[in-house]
């Protein structure tokens, strides 16, 4: 059997390699939707048969023209690789540039089994989010990370790569763009189209760009963000005994939900259609009980609420139907969302009520008109049975999944006196917005890349000493999250949170970011622990700009404006980042957002020391500066602290205008 270095090397075998069977016991993509028409399917075999030569092409046709019959998509499975994917040590890839084998740690974790959504896909989460389109863009890319050199750049196009062109030591050794279409071409069936033309991906967020660490980075996400909704209704931990919280979806992300509930100590429900992800966050243990009948899960939730209990339940069902019959029966929710995958509503995203799974499976591949219109009918049930409950006090936040954006447009009563805004706020307006990204406090992520448990619980050490010095230091304004921080790098260890790399994730702002890879990279160069691949989740202070998620608390009209990320991506890459990413897509749908990221590889060195002062200064500062902008007061806050820490630094304040002016203009 050939080596895992040697298969690296070897990219596109020259002989067809066996084809492979396909796999039952692994979690499949759905089968993508019909779109192409004749000429454009002979085009999409075309455009695949661009990686081999002629002699295999009569081979190759046949069978990805199969593909794309059978699948909606050519994933040229006969090409997965020998070698099992995950993480390794980063000794032991093969190449000639540290950077370049930091980048393929990370993308085997991405494509990890015990991590990925459909590992045979590609397609790292969300359902759609996707690492390379098929698995020939996977051997090629292993093999230019392998040969290439830090005098080279590796540019990739949606999972294709172009090629390396030559650079220079502090040049990324990556750029990579997902889904940059021509703004008019960026509707979902564009994406549905020329992805089956094998042109471009959805990258999501930390899909196509290689950061995804599991399931981890969520749960932090999800604890924060329930933890401080309950905040908002509760002044202290005795108020929140027997809160009840009632959402849905126990998937990938939104599985999260009830563990999050445990930790912020409240009752919560968490509808989930599929059996197998109810089962599956079940046997995790991060649901509690599982209930399939609704009078029971009426009588459970009385129970719970009057013992005051903190249990975590899961509703085998769909939410509409559990909205509805509380409200009959008189069940007060406190605290209500929704993480059902809304940025994906035709595919298999949400589930409407009045079908079965199964049947509402079946009607989206072979009705899709009609299933349109029962997810639509279901939306506008969805949301009346919500506002009954509002109208009764519960509060009810939009979780980033685009369920007011598709509520309304399906005619939902969901939209605001002005006819402008949504009557309910998202989860960034609210909550993490104003207490999180106006301070610059976002999704800071490390990965040990010696693979060494114990490397990442020195750096777990190290990061809570920076934390705990730095709370000594800081303002009352910014003490909460960084006490929340501080509880939660302590209790990490212990919540065995690493599924794949040994990889962390915590909430800092930008010094604090500063601080904590500048530690680690001291630590580096002493030899107490290995390298560390630096990054951050895209959806943060500066990397996105998403009109009703990360941006919807911008309130000058420029949250329908992509500079913000676009910038921080350039400045990012000629700040000293190892890779550096922008996708469109990701969280709440093709043409709703624009997002970036980046890679950084601390080596010990003073050059790195270098890259990570200046490009996590702008990385965060550049996101606090238009906030600041955009008349937030606890950014303007933020942005003067960093000027004066920073005197290089010299950003446009703005003039606050005294409303009473403008109300008898015009
Ligand atoms: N967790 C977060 O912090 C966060 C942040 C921003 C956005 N989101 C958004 O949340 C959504 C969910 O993400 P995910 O990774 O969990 O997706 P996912 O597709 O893995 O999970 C969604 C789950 O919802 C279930 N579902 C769909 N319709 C349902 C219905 N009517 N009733 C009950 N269950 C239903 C599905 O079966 C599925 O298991 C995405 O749109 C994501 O962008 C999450």
């Known amino acids: 059997m050939i080596s895992f270095a040697d298969e690296i090397k070897q990219g596109i075998p020259s002989a067809l390699p066996a084809p492979k069977a396909w796999d039952p016991a692994i979690n499949h993509a759905p089968k993508r939707k019909e779109i192409l028409s004749p000429a454009e399917k002979k085009l999409a075999i075309a455009n695949a048969l661009r990686y081999f030569p002629k002699a295999q092409h009569a081979i190759l046709a046949a069978e990805f023209a199969q593909e794309l019959q059978t699948y909606g998509r050519i994933y040229m499975y006969r090409f997965m690789p020998e070698h099992p994917i995950f993480a390794r040590p980063i000794s032991d890839y093969p190449g000639k540039s540290a950077q370049a084998k930091a980048i393929m740690l990370m993308i085997q974790n991405n494509l990890d089994h015990r991590v990925a959504q459909h590992p045979h896909e590609l397609i790292t989460y969300g359902g759609n989010g996707a690492v390379f389109q098929n698995w020939i863009q996977y051997r090629l890319v292993m093999q230019y990370l392998a040969e290439m050199t830090d005098e080279q750049t590796l540019v990739m196009y949606s999972g294709h790569p172009m090629g390396l062109f030559p650079s220079h030591p502090n040049a990324p050794r990556v750029v990579v763009t997902n889904g940059m279409m021509i703004p008019n071409y960026s509707k979902p069936d564009d994406w549905e189209k020329f992805n089956a033309l094998g042109v471009t991906q959805y990258g999501q967020m930390t899909a196509g760009s290689y950061m995804y660490i599991g399931p981890q980075g969520i749960v932090h996400g999800t604890t924060i963000t329930v933890l401080n909704a309950v905040r908002r209704l509760a002044k202290n931990r005795h108020d929140i005994q027997g809160k009840l919280f009632l959402t849905a979806g126990l998937g990938g992300m939104s599985g999260a939900q009830p563990k999050a509930g445990n930790i912020a ?10 059996p197998k992800a109810a089962h599956t966050r079940h046997e995790q243990g991060w649901v509690d009980e599982i209930i399939s009948d609704l009078d029971q899960l009426v009588a459970r939730v009385k129970k719970a609420q009057a013992a005051k209990e903190v249990v975590s339940i899961a509703y085998l069902g769909n939410v509409v139907d559990v909205w509805e019959k509380f409200d009959q029966t008189g069940v007060h929710v406190d605290l209500g969302s929704d993480q059902t995958s809304l940025h994906n509503p035709w595919a298999g995203g949400y589930y409407p009520a009045g079908l079965s799974f199964e049947q509402a499976n079946d009607m989206m591949a072979n009705d899709p008109e ?30 980033g999944n685009a369920f007011l954006l598709e509520s309304s447009r399906a005619g939902g009563e969901v939209m605001a006196a002005n006819h402008i805004d949504f009557r309910y706020p998202s989860y960034i307006q609210d909550i993490l917005g104003p207490m999180c990204f106006d301070f610059g406090f976002g999704p800071f992520r490390w990965v040990c890349a010696s693979g060494k448990p114990e490397d990442l619980e020195k750096t777990d050490d190290i990061a809570c000493a920076v934390l705990e010095q730095m709370m000594q230091e800081s303002p009352a304004e910014i003490q909460q999250q960084m006490a929340d921080n501080i509880q939660w790098i302590k209790g990490a260890q ?122 996590l200064h702008w990385d965060v500062n550049n996101g606090i500066a238009r906030r600041n902008w955009a008349r937030n007061e606890n950014a303007t806050f933020a942005i003067k602290r960093a000027m004066e820490a920073e005197p290089l630094l010299k950003v446009t304040l703005p003039n606050l205008v005294d409303e009473r002016l403008l109300e008898d203009l015009f």
């Open 265 to 274: 100590g409240v009752i919560s429900v968490t509808a989930e259609v599929n």
């Open 494 to 615: 212990e919540n065995k949170l690493v599924v794949g790399s040994q990889a962390r994730i915590l909430y800092a702002d930008a010094e604090g970011r500063m601080r904590i890879a500048a530690a680690f990279n001291e630590a580096i160069a002493k030899g107490e622990i290995g390298p560390v691949i630096l990054g951050r989740d895209h959806h943060d202070v500066s990397g996105t700009d998403s009109p009703y998620r990360e941006t919807s608390n911008i309130y000058d009209g420029s949250r329908f404006t992509a500079d913000m990320a676009i910038q921080n991506v350039i400045g990012d890459s000629f700040r000293g980042a190892t890779w550096v990413s922008i996708h469109n897509g990701g969280g709440v749908g093709w043409g709703e957002v624009i997002n970036g990221g980046f890679g950084m590889l601390l080596d010990g060195s003073a050059q790195a020391q270098r890259n990570l002062t200046s490009m």
């Open 370 to 399: 009609q299933f349109k219109t029962y997810v639509q009918e279901s939306l506008r049930r969805h949301a009346a049975a919500v506002n009954k409950h509002t109208e009764r006090g519960t509060y009810f936040f939009d979780y």
